[in-house]
């Protein structure tokens, strides 16, 4: 766990990420309330996390199973995202908690989706994770798969894909990782033209604490912030 952050640290540095979210939107000529900024509380406690809930903060995505179950009755009043790796046999336990699963990096796991959506009566929105850096250390669809995963996930049923989400390779600069969220972008604008069935393709969730500003200029609409809002996390 990270140590607990004061209140007032919170306020500062959320404070400073609203006004560089602004100037992202403003010298990208887009309206900042079109851009979700989600909190990611892995390691964040409970209270820190209401606190920043009665702050504003209207999104909140975590990584591990475990972790959220344990955090989940105590969150309460926010949007609530899956956001790391999630294991086809844990599917079941968050399929009714949350409303956004951002990581879906397989079709075998985008069928369990589908399979305990159907049992819960529900329809599951989710982003489709694209590995854009090509990396062997993380999972989802390569920028050449992504295309034909998006028609076969978009026939199962009780699925609905709302748009991507990549995790581009970790860089020195935050300029380094531009090319990258270019490259996202120019996939999410070419699919979303193609307007396939349960699939609407309006969220394009990439860039976290070092380089949210590059990749808003670059097109994403939600960005996930992590360190920039609570502060250093002893474990990852
Ligand atoms: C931890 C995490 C983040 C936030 O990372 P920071 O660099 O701390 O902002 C964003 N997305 C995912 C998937 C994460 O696991």
């Known amino acids: 766990m990270m140590e607990k952050l004061s209140a007032k640290e919170f306020d500062e540095n959320y404070k400073v990420i609203l006004e560089q979210l602004n100037n992202a939107a403003l010298s990208s000529g887009r309206n900042v309330d079109d851009i979700i900024l989600l909190a990611a509380t892995k390691t964040v406690d409970p209270d820190t996390i209401n606190y920043a809930i009665n702050s504003g903060i209207k999104y909140i995505g975590e990584?591990?199973?475990?972790?959220?179950?344990?955090?989940n009755d105590e969150i309460i009043n926010v949007?609530?995202?899956f956001i790391g790796h999630l294991q086809t046999n844990k599917v079941k336990d968050i399929i009714d908690k949350v409303e956004l699963i951002q990581s879906v990096h397989s079709i075998k796991l985008a069928k369990e989706i589908s399979k305990q959506a159907t049992k819960h009566n529900k329809e599951m929105s989710v982003l489709l994770e694209v590995n854009i850096g090509?990396?062997?250390?993380?999972s989802g669809f390569?920028?050449?798969e992504i295309y034909e995963a998006v028609h076969e996930i978009s026939e199962l049923d009780n699925i609905f894909i709302k748009g991507l989400m990549a995790i581009p390779p970790i860089c020195d600069t935050p300029e380094s990782?531009?090319?990258y969220f270019a490259k996202m972008n120019k996939i999410f604008v070419d699919i979303r033209s193609k307007k396939i069935d349960n699939?609407?393709?309006d969220i394009l969730s990439m860039g976290m604490s070092d380089d949210f500003s590059v990749a808003i200029t670059e097109g994403a609409n939600l960005v996930r912030l992590g360190t920039a809002l609570f502060g250093k996390r002893i474990y990852k």
């Open 63 to 71: 990584n591990k199973v475990q972790e959220f179950l344990q955090k």
């Open 79 to 81: 949007h609530k995202h």
């Open 134 to 138: 090509n990396e062997e250390s993380k």
């Open 142 to 144: 390569s920028a050449e």
């Open 177 to 179: 990782n531009r090319k």
């Open 199 to 201: 699939s609407s393709m």
